[in-house]
């Protein structure tokens, strides 16, 4: 991992095309290593998909609007009491964005930036050729930094979760419809740091600051023999970690045609609605360690994006909700209602050449329900997992309990707070916030969220017709 030409480095990049630059340096070693000392990474949760919903804690199978039905509660394009003509209340956003990702994610970009495994392998290259204090000190002070940004990010997730689309509703006298496409980018590492690899980092530190300190070489040497090969040099220590990762991603596109109707049982308003979809599904998935050999970043990237296989499938979302005493309202939602399973390539086993076993990655559907009053100006919803989300690979599931709030001034106006809590305690809860301003017909919404090693913003435009 330290060095640049023995190991095996794991690539994010594929499964976000769209944003190669940004993305790029999760393509170097380093973040194998990074991944290896996280905890689980995420399971697919429910899913934010606009900036409404992010800015109110992901509460919105029951207070959510129109243009947020297709998304998370179909049913709930049916609440409306005019004829399209006259209410107006039709949107159109494009485009719509939201992106979440974990602090140790943008951590281990800002490392890789530095560089910090070629350092090291360069230092001890430069060593090796001039065995003095001086490089001896750049050896030290490079392996420190290095160890120092795997300690900052121990206890951090490795994972992102981004959406970008646009959608169409157009709610109607106890009906609706609504269309949108997008796609959902879903990327998290399982991976394990052997303490050995810790060790190792540590005695290249401890030697080398031996030898800063005027100790004798060869002195030092003695102490640290498995740090020097058999021609006296310094080793470069990829050779001998032994730390691996399982890294797997999802591209999830989505073409949804929503629509509901509205019904009356016992002087109570009940709307049904599905949004049927055609999925295009991107899977990503492989096992990697440090001595495959591979010798650039590129070849970890193909390598990477040889494992992908694309599968186009249907799948449905399905929702109720009932309103009570006008203002009141409870849902049930189910999403991605069919479990389906996705197979990768994998390359056949570099030394026996026998071939792999293809890796899996499941998508499951996704139960929810929902509690809310809905005001004229006022809203308060409470959305809750079922059960816990079934993993994608090995990382832990989550089961989110969300609380959302919304008060709208002069019409125009909507300021909105929210807060997410996991219920298996793997993750951290966390706060959110946003705005919302109509003026006309042009509508634009904000959010932004954050919590322990997670933070996450929104923005979306749009149009009302």
């Not at 209340?89 to 140790?104: A, T």
């Not at 290249?204 to 300190?213: C, E, F, H, K, N």
């Not at 591979?294 to 193909?302: G, K, N, T, W, Y």
């Not at 979302?317 to 479990?339: Q, V």
Request: hydrophobic share 40%; proline share 4%.
């Amino acid at each position: 991992m330290i060095g640049a030409h023995h190991y095996q480095p794991v690539s994010l990049m594929p499964a976000f095309p769209s944003s190669r630059r940004y993305f790029k340096p999760l393509a170097n070693p380093l973040v194998l290593l990074v991944a290896a000392c996280s905890s689980p990474a995420f399971a697919i949760s429910y899913g934010i998909y606009d900036s409404r919903a992010l800015a109110m804690g992901g509460s919105a199978t029951a207070i959510g609007t129109h243009a947020q039905a297709a998304f998370y509660n179909p049913a709930l394009l049916a609440f409306h009491e005019e004829e399209e003509e006259a209410g107006r209340d039709g949107r159109v956003y494009i485009p719509n964005l939201v992106v979440q990702f974990s602090e140790g994610t943008e951590s281990a970009i800002d490392a890789v930036e530095d560089e910090l495994d070629t350092q090291l392998s360069n230092a001890i290259e430069q060593f090796n050729n001039a065995p003095i204090e001086t490089s001896a000190g750049l050896i030290r002070d490079v392996a420190t930094d290095l160890r120092d940004v795997l300690d900052d990010i121990a206890q951090d997730d490795l994972s992102l979760d981004s959406f970008i689309g646009f959608n169409i509703s157009e709610p109607s006298n106890r009906e609706g419809g609504g269309f949108y496409f997008g796609a959902r980018a879903l990327a998290g590492g399982v991976a394990n740091v052997s303490e050995s690899d810790r060790a190792l980092l540590g005695d290249y530190i401890d030697s080398m600051g031996r030898v800063v300190a005027g100790e004798d070489i060869a002195a030092v040497a003695a102490d640290y023999p498995h740090l020097i090969n058999s021609r006296g040099q310094l080793i470069d220590p990829t050779a001998t970690l032994t730390s691996n990762a399982d890294v797997s991603a999802l591209i999830v596109s989505e073409w949804g045609m929503a629509m509901a109707r509205q019904f009356e049982f016992f002087e109570q308003s009940i709307a049904i609605g599905i949004t049927p979809k055609l999925m295009r599904v991107d899977a990503f998935r492989d096992t990697a360690d440090f001595n495959d050999g591979l010798d650039s970043v590129d070849e970890a990237e193909d390598e990477f994006k040889d494992t992908q296989e694309t599968h186009l499938t249907f799948n449905a979302d399905f929702g109720i909700a009932a309103t009570f005493a006008e203002h009141y309202r409870a849902s049930l939602t189910l999403k991605d209602a069919f479990k389906k399973t996705f197979s990768t390539q994998q390359e056949p086993d570099p030394i026996t050449g026998e071939p792999a076993p293809d890796l899996k990655v499941t998508l499951s559907s996704r139960a929810r329900m929902g509690l809310g009053y809905v005001g004229d100006n006022f809203s308060i919803g409470l959305d809750y997992d079922l059960d816990e989300s079934t993993p994608m690979a090995e990382e832990a599931g989550t089961q989110e309990l969300s609380l959302g709030a919304e008060y709208v001034f002069w019409d125009s106006l909507a300021v909105r707070a929210g807060y997410r809590n996991d219920q298996t305690g793997l993750h951290d809860n966390m706060a959110s916030a946003g705005l919302g301003y109509r003026w006309k017909r042009f509508v634009v919404d904000v959010a932004y969220a954050s919590g322990g090693n997670y933070q996450g913003g929104g923005l979306q435009l749009g149009w009302t017709f």
